[in-house]
């Protein structure tokens, strides 16, 4: 979409139906970006009701020195209220944000495909009805397209145009224009379950769901382990206590039905019980968490775990991403790092050093703390029984603030001690959790990678476009496929196998993209090539 066609969208007004969250949002970015609205709803009262809060919120903007006072006088002039939907004949779009039913919008847009001109752009902002099934009877569904918008709409910067099986390619570039003139990135998406961000999200709930109920660790945990050691925002518990039990459960059994009993998106029985006891997040004042009258329900994050100085030697055995980062944390720290046998503790990160018979027998022969990166294995298959210590924890290690270890039959509490030492002096905090190939936020991480992978194998987005719309739409901590890169194809694959050969099922088997890539060597960052190019520097 060039800026041409996007300065020169007609002068005719944009249609937006249902003045509800949604409707009001839309029509409120729509006046920002200088387009003429008209706002309809079924409910007496309710568009002019969305045009005062609309303008309260302007209001805000002006006084926080985020927009003019003209402005936002300028934007709140462009909003009319429609008094039904034969008002909104002369819109070059009509951009619908009704209840979530499919007659419902089914008889919306038979009636505006009546009224508007034919070449009038229809578009849906559902989040969960297939595009295809809602243009399914309008005639001439060609016109028919989706916006996905994002909620609270003025400060989520994304919209994701979704092309039904029907939709033309001029009613979608209307759409990516108008989005552009909402000053919203626009990214493309095919039709399907969850179009393209909700859909490779959906590891990041699913798989913590999965993680709880191995008990590989608690919900509080596992939150802390995505937030401390993956920098998001919010762990996936504490996210679905806000958006609802009772909603995140819905959703994930539209999910499983429109993906046909997708192993990857089976749903988890934890929420159905939460959800039967009545427990269904913040409104419900108990969920995953419980909440106090004001609103709290957990501890605020630690600060940075500060380094401390140390002398010594460590061994890390591996190479890759991952080890050329700990390598220099922990030089930076003031260990000697080279290589040399009888060091007084071993980091591994290449699982060919744990074969019997490696340097690595005379370390437990001198009770020399061994800590074995459990991404290709969990702890167990890694020692068998001997005294090891697993952790795991991703690049960008500069990033991350905590390191998880798990302990197995085997392990000591010296060696568990002397890990926990000595990654508390490298400047990480560690979580104790139980074992598995990625314990906690290795686990979801590799899934959601996975998941991302999917969706580009089935050209349901590109690269670029699901990395957008992850960091835009859902404020993850980078791109999903970046990351991949960071980690390394290889290693994301060989926690897939780990996973499907430990835990077991489909539910964990590699996107066939993922392992191409492994085959002929773009891996990521340290092959120069993985997902994207990634020039020597
Ligand atoms: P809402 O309940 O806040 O608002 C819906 C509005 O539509 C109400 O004001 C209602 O009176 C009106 N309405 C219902 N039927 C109508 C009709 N036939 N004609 C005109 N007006 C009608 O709902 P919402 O949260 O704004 O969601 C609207 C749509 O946006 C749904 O399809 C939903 O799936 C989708 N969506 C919601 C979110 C979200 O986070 N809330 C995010 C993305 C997409």
Redesign the pocket.
């Given at each position: 979409m060039t800026a041409a066609q996007v300065a020169n969208l007609p002068d005719a007004p944009v249609g937006v139906?249902?003045?509800?969250?949604?409707?009001s949002g839309i029509a409120h970015v729509a006046a920002v970006g200088g387009l003429r609205v008209k706002l309809?709803?079924?409910?007496d009262g309710?568009a002019s009701a969305a045009i005062g809060r609309i303008d309260g919120y302007l209001k805000r903007s002006v006084e926080r020195g985020r927009m003019t006072s003209e402005a936002a006088a300028n934007a709140i002039g462009l909003i009319d209220t429609a008094g039904s939907?034969e008002d909104l004949a002369d819109c070059f779009i009509v951009i619908?944000?009704?209840?979530?039913q499919l007659d419902?919008?089914h008889?919306?847009f038979i009636k505006l495909a009546a009224i508007c001109a034919p070449d009038a752009v229809l578009a849906?902002?559902?989040?969960?009805?297939p595009v295809t099934a809602i243009a399914g009877p309008v005639p001439s569904p060609e016109r028919v397209v989706g916006m996905?918008?994002?909620?609270p709409v003025p400060l989520m910067r994304l919209v994701e145009v979704i092309s039904g099986l029907n939709s033309g390619d001029q009613a979608l570039a209307v759409a990516r224009a108008v989005g552009q003139r909402m000053g919203r990135e626009v990214i493309d998406a095919s039709d399907g379950p969850g179009f393209l961000v909700n859909r490779v999200s959906r590891p990041f709930l699913l798989e913590a769901q999965k993680l709880l109920s191995e008990r590989v660790a608690d919900h509080a945990d596992i939150d802390m382990a995505m937030r401390l050691g993956g920098s998001f925002r919010m762990g996936p518990f504490e996210l679905s206590d806000l958006v609802g039990v009772d909603v995140g459960y819905e959703i994930a059994q539209s999910f499983f039905r429109l993906g046909h009993g997708e192993p990857r998106w089976q749903p988890s029985n934890i929420p159905a019980q939460l959800v039967a006891a009545g427990r269904l997040g913040r409104k419900s004042r108990r969920g995953y968490y419980e909440y106090a009258e004001d609103g709290s329900y957990r501890e605020a994050d630690p600060p940075p775990h500060p380094p401390e100085s140390v002398s010594g030697a460590v061994e890390i055995i591996g190479d890759g991403e991952l080890a050329r980062q700990l390598r220099r944390l922990t030089e930076a720290a003031g260990y000697n790092v080279s290589p040399v046998a009888g060091s007084p503790i071993t980091i591994t990160i290449d699982a060919r050093a744990n074969r019997a018979g490696s340097d690595l027998e005379d370390q437990l022969v001198a009770h020399h703390p061994i800590a074995v990166l459990c991404a290709g294995s969990s702890l167990a298959a890694a020692s068998r029984g001997r005294d090891m210590v697993g952790f795991h924890c991703l690049p960008p290690l500069g990033e991350s603030h905590a390191v998880e270890i798990t302990r197995g039959s085997g392990t000591s509490d010296a060696s568990h001690a002397a890990t926990t030492r000595f990654f508390h002096s490298i400047g990480k905090h560690v979580i104790d959790v139980g074992d598995a190939p990625g314990l906690v936020l290795g686990r979801i991480v590799c899934q959601l990678i996975n998941e991302a992978a999917f969706a580009v194998q089935e050209g349901v987005g590109t690269a670029e476009d699901i990395d957008r719309g992850v960091e835009l739409g859902l404020n993850y901590p980078r791109g999903l496929l970046f990351w991949s890169d960071l980690i390394g194809a290889d290693q994301v694959v060989a926690t897939l196998d780990a996973l499907q050969s430990e835990v077991g099922g489909d539910r964990y088997r590699a996107a066939p993209l993922l392992r191409r890539m492994v085959q002929e060597g773009r891996t990521g960052r340290s092959t120069d090539r993985g997902f994207f190019e990634h020039p020597p520097v």
């Open positions: 139906v249902g003045a509800g969250t949604m409707g309809f709803d079924v409910a309710a939907p619908e944000a009704v209840a979530e419902v919008k008889d919306l849906t902002n559902t989040s969960s009805l996905h918008f994002f909620n």
